[in-house]
């Protein structure tokens, strides 16, 4: 149970962090507090509303349940305020207190401090660096944006506050998967710009909402650029918090992030994180998975509990079977095939930028929270590649005849 005394010591940090007596975390009531809660005409806040958190993907079979659902609001979309002519303000988006809001436009003298010389590692380093106190809801948004930080410096390891220079600048090539609700608040993502000094960072937002909302671009619309291959939103930060650029992409062609897709072919990516991704929850996702571990691509992701990302680690070995012949009849060598099979550690960890409190789930007792844990799955500390763990005994190569053999077996049917 120490996972869930962590979760609830997170959330009673805040003034509005109340535990109920079954374990969760209110937060509809914390939104109509603030007066945010809805899902049109609430700026950044805008829910769909209804039980189901996510979009029924294509690829996800469809299950016949005796559950009580509620459906999605009819009248909202993921991002139907891009279909506009404008994003909104700091004031129009946030829709709170100005004491309550992590501005992106500063006065002179009132930037926060260059995120090198801070350590920001929590919901607290943060508030303090932004100077918020801690009645401020913004961490029922912010865990969006901070997770992706989380998970490009503490989990991938591809670049960090202290990484680099006036002298020598990061270009940082992110894509994103399944962005839904997201698409709400992308200015929020301006938050990477002030947090990675020097850096210069391309954000792409693929997903089925995407898809959706860039296919229904108006003539002058936010998303019409998303059509001509323009950023649809930009930012860059105070030169004294090291002039860092943002640029955020929609892509719109397909419904999945595919490495087959031509647009991905002069488009490789330093990283690729999912927020809440249920990785054995959507068949797509084994596409991601195979191309990443085989191209060394550094992917991370979020899910809402520890023992979903255990499930989903125990499924991998399976999924690179699976996919074994297929690899050997395209040309891959024993060599590759040995590599991508062997032992690799998926690291499961506490994302201290969780959206606070315990979701309401009924039964559930276990932590189960908006972008809980990170689980990494091709990377590492060094070079964003998984490297051999020694443990002083030598560990004969496999046999890849009868790995062969005994993948052809396999079925992932059980994943799907």
């Not at 660096?129 to 410096?153: D, G, T």
Request: aromatic share 10%.
């Amino acid at each position: 149970m120490e996972k869930v005394a962590l979760v609830q010591a997170l959330l009673k940090q805040f003034s509005w962090g109340r535990v109920e007596t079954d374990g969760t975390f209110a937060e509809p009531i914390v939104r109509a507090y603030y007066n945010v809660l809805g899902a049109r005409g609430f700026g950044y806040w805008n829910v769909p509303g209804g039980s189901n958190p996510h979009l029924q993907h294509p690829s996800q079979p469809s299950h016949s349940s005796r559950a009580l659902r509620v459906d999605h609001e009819a009248e909202y979309e993921h991002g139907y305020m891009l279909l506009s002519d404008g994003l909104l303000t700091d004031e129009t988006g946030w829709k709170l207190e100005k004491r309550f809001i992590p501005n992106l436009t500063f006065e002179p003298g009132a930037e926060p401090e260059i995120a090198s010389n801070v350590e920001i590692v929590d919901w607290d380093s943060w508030y303090n660096w932004r100077n918020l106190p801690k009645e401020s809801p913004a961490a029922l948004l912010m865990h969006y944006p901070l997770s992706v930080y989380q998970l490009l410096v503490h989990v991938l390891h591809v670049t960090g506050p202290n990484r680099n220079s006036p002298k020598s600048r990061q270009a940082l090539n992110v894509h994103y998967l399944g962005a839904e609700i997201e698409l709400n608040m992308l200015p929020l993502f301006s938050e990477l710009a002030l947090l990675l000094p020097y850096t210069d960072i391309k954000l792409t937002f693929f997903g089925v909402a995407v898809h959706s909302i860039v296919n229904k671009a108006k003539k002058n619309s936010i998303t019409m650029k998303a059509k001509r291959d323009e950023p649809v939103y930009t930012y860059t930060s105070p030169p004294s918090c090291g002039a860092s650029t943002l640029s955020i992409f929609l892509y719109g062609s397909h419904e999945n992030w595919d490495p087959r897709l031509p647009f991905l072919r002069n488009n490789q990516p330093d990283a690729i994180v999912a927020p809440n991704a249920g990785l054995s929850s959507y068949p797509a996702w084994q596409f991601v998975i195979l191309h990443c571990l085989v191209e060394h691509t550094p992917f991370a992701v979020t899910e809402y509990a520890e023992q979903s990302a255990e499930v989903q680690r125990e499924n991998f070995p399976q999924i690179i079977a699976r996919a074994l012949p297929q690899l050997h009849s395209a040309g891959m060598n024993t060599s590759e095939l040995n590599n991508l099979s062997r032992h690799r550690e998926y690291p499961i960890a506490f994302n201290p930028f969780q959206r606070p409190g315990q979701r309401n789930l009924g039964s559930t007792r276990l932590p189960n929270v908006p972008n809980g844990f990170t689980l990494r799955v091709v990377g590492d500390e060094h070079q964003g590649r998984d490297q051999p763990i020694s443990t002083g005994v030598p560990v004969p190569a496999p046999d890849m005849s009868e790995l062969l053999h005994k993948s052809e077996q396999l079925s992932l049917n059980g994943l799907d």
